[in-house]
């Protein structure tokens, strides 16, 4: 008789061997991502032909520096989860499989990180 | 074994696409777009985070004919995007599956993603007086 809760014992045992983190994250920030694109695509119309003055201006703005930061985290991780899912479809070989997930992931690092530093460079 | 009588995949080049395949698929080919027109909009934030010299390289591109072409293409990729998604987090809860439920839904997605899509740039528009 085992002392292990049929919980523990079913934990793992699923075909991703890792659960649904991923798809639930998936759901998570597209349901934060939808007010925050609406904002979003309003600005970028606005801010893809901004001169500069008034381009600093817009994103000094308190609310709009915290928008832009939310966007970008949220953006980013829905990215990099989508993304991945992509791969692990239509990559068959498993090196190139995994070594693409893993470009993926520290590009979609490297542009948020870039995206937050320059925000902040701005607006403080 | 006799494999004749298999059933078949949809013989692409002779099957007629039901809006719904269609639509599947462009929520892909739209996210991959959205993720590669992101990388304009980090341009943008770095250049301006790098001076006027390095915005203004970046503006001669971005307010260029072509540059905004791709932002009033990103941004409906964004609208699509946003519709099929929301669909999909219907889907999710279980509902809206019957297949007249379906059909509703897909025109309702690509009616309402070009609506919101003529809305953004009639107003960007409007408040700017004009590119």
Redesign the interface.
């Known amino acids: 008789m085992s002392l292990r809760t049929p919980l523990s014992r079913a934990h793992g045992l699923g075909s991703a061997k890792e659960g649904v983190s991923h798809w639930w994250a998936q759901?998570l920030t597209?349901?934060a991502?939808?007010p925050l694109?609406?904002w979003?695509?309003?600005s970028?119309?606005?801010?893809?032909?901004?001169?500069?003055a008034t381009?600093?201006n817009w994103?000094q703005s308190p609310f709009n520096t915290v928008m832009?930061i939310l966007m970008t985290i949220a953006?980013?991780y829905h990215?990099q989860l989508?993304?991945q899912v992509?791969v692990e479809d239509y990559v068959h070989s498993e090196w190139l499989k995994f070594s693409s997930i893993m470009l993926i992931n520290f590009a979609c690092i490297v542009?948020a990180v870039?995206?937050i530093?320059?925000?902040l460079?701005?607006s403080i | 074994m006799s494999t004749d009588n298999r059933p078949l995949s949809p013989h692409l080049q002779v099957y007629r696409l039901p809006l719904t395949v269609v639509l599947s698929i462009t929520h892909?080919l739209t996210?991959?777009f959205?993720?590669l027109g992101?990388?304009m909009?980090?341009w943008?934030?770095?250049a301006?985070?790098s001076g006027?010299d390095a915005?203004?390289f970046a503006?001669g591109f971005?307010?260029s004919w072509f540059?905004?072409l791709l932002?009033l293409s990103?941004?409906y990729a964004?609208?699509f995007h946003?519709c099929n998604?929301?669909r999909?987090?219907v889907w999710?809860t279980g509902h809206g599956f019957e297949l007249s439920a379906i059909d509703t839904s897909s025109w309702l997605v690509l009616i309402i993603s070009v609506l919101?899509?003529a809305l953004?740039?009639i107003?960007?528009l409007m408040?700017?007086g004009g590119?």
């Open positions: 759901r597209s349901i991502l939808a694109v609406i979003f695509a309003f970028i119309a606005m801010l893809s032909n901004m001169e500069y381009l600093l994103i832009l953006g980013f990215m989508g993304l992509i542009f870039a995206s530093v320059a925000v460079k701005i | 892909r996210g991959v959205l993720a992101t990388l909009i980090v943008i934030l770095v301006a985070a006027p915005y203004g503006h971005t307010a540059g905004q932002f990103w941004t964004l609208f946003l998604g929301i999909h987090l999710d919101l899509t953004v740039w107003v960007v408040t700017k590119v």
